[in-house]
């Protein structure tokens, strides 16, 4: 039986690299490979549109199979998509279909965890697999948690089809871990809450509740090591002021047994593809047992309004308000064995800020009040009495 791998190095000529932050590798020759590499990873249409456009102009950095001393972090990405062609074995039938095999790219968030995406394509367009791989030794551990995860994912009959299937797993050439899986079947994206949303939150809620008193929570428990342990990132003020909040989340549901469910974490439309007849979520390497059932929810809708232009105003308490309206009726339909109310909606939430909070500092090992999501959050944090004021006045 003949191996693709030869044919997949020789036809992978190169790319053109978009962005220096988070760098876009798309295959160099126009193509419907390229069309779908764009439309996977870039949901917006005005940015597709743009790369597009500068692809056929002849813009974009040019990037050959030869990295050089300009990408060593993708080397070993790069030796990888060779290694898996070559391993690629396939029915006589199917090999002229699989053939050329192009890999598109993308960096992730630089730092310590960062990771790299890679999805295969056939020339005509149709996907093959999804890759995410480690950088450095840093991210190992995050990249066989999110296999872990996907693992259990697959146990729950209820998410079949809602969760990337994984295919595989291993190590790269350099001994970094990475696992390929499935792609979504649809590539549409939407910023809205549909009804899909709430019934995958449900669904996952539901096989993955476990009833603890919230104060014996994994989500309680890492804010409380956490705050200890980044006081020094936090500085004095920012640090008294989340562990005040925490406290008075404690004071106020420390003692209520509530579900406690595994959680997506980065639960945000750019990680999301949606179709009416359902949704795709993936990207689940920042997932976590033991989250409040409304972790996922308030990430929808927040953390897109922080990273907006008009964060300001998007992010008022009138819209925090009404929002945990919202929140209140889905959980009464969602877990209608708790007594539910709004000030335990207003907890949660506060509880979520200050979570969110903490992970981004964790990260990046500073409090950068600059930083749009640091920055909205935690002047929702420092408002929250503003809330109880606008719950009296309804």
Not at 42 to 55: D, E, F, K, M, V
Not at 256 to 279: E, M, S, Y
Not at 335 to 358: A, G, H, M, R, T
Not at 366 to 375: A, C, K, Q, R
């Amino acid at each position: 039986m003949q191996k693709t791998g030869t044919q997949t190095q020789n036809n992978v000529v190169g790319w053109r690299a978009f962005g220096r932050k988070r760098t876009l590798f798309i295959p160099a020759t126009p193509c419907a490979a390229q069309r779908y590499a764009l439309n996977f990873f870039l949901p917006n249409r005005w940015q597709r549109y743009a790369i597009t456009l500068a692809t056929r102009a002849g813009f974009g950095r040019k990037v050959a199979n030869g990295l050089g001393d300009e990408w060593p972090a993708i080397e070993d990405t790069v030796a990888l998509t060779k290694t898996i062609a070559a391993q690629m074995q396939v029915p006589d039938a199917q090999r002229t279909a699989l053939k050329p095999l192009v890999f598109a790219m993308r960096q992730g968030s630089v730092g310590p965890y960062q990771k790299m995406s890679l999805i295969a394509i056939q020339v005509h367009g149709k996907p093959l697999f999804y890759a995410k791989v480690a950088v450095g030794a840093a991210a190992d551990a995050m990249v066989e948690a999110e296999s872990a995860c996907l693992q259990r994912l697959s146990t729950i009959p209820e998410l079949h089809g809602m969760v990337p299937l994984k295919l595989s797993e291993g190590q790269t050439p350099a001994g970094r871990p990475f696992f390929t899986t499935s792609v979504a079947p649809f590539l549409k994206s939407t910023t809205s809450f549909k009804m899909q949303h709430e019934q995958f939150l449900t669904a996952l809620g539901h096989a993955t509740a476990q009833w603890v008193n919230y104060a014996d929570s994994l989500e309680f428990q890492f804010t409380k090591s956490a705050l200890a342990r980044l006081s020094v990132h936090l500085g004095a003020a920012v640090h008294a002021e989340l562990q005040s909040a925490s406290e008075e989340v404690l004071s106020k549901i420390g003692g209520l047994k509530l579900p406690a469910v595994l959680a997506h974490r980065d639960f945000a439309p750019w990680n999301i593809r949606w179709h009416a007849t359902g949704i795709f979520v993936f990207d689940w390497e920042y997932a976590a047992e033991g989250a409040n059932p409304l972790y996922d929810f308030f990430h929808f809708h927040l953390i897109q309004r922080a990273l907006s232009h008009r964060q300001a105003q998007a992010l008022a308490p009138s819209y925090v308000l009404s929002l945990m309206s919202v929140a209140l009726a889905y959980l009464q339909k969602t877990f209608p064995e708790v007594n539910w109310s709004l000030d335990i909606v207003k907890q949660l939430l506060l509880v979520y800020l200050v979570d969110l909070i903490l992970f981004y500092v964790d990260s990046g090992k500073e409090f950068d009040i600059n930083h749009p999501v640091l920055s909205a959050y935690f002047n929702l944090t420092l408002m929250r009495k503003q809330w109880l004021v606008l719950e009296q006045a309804v």
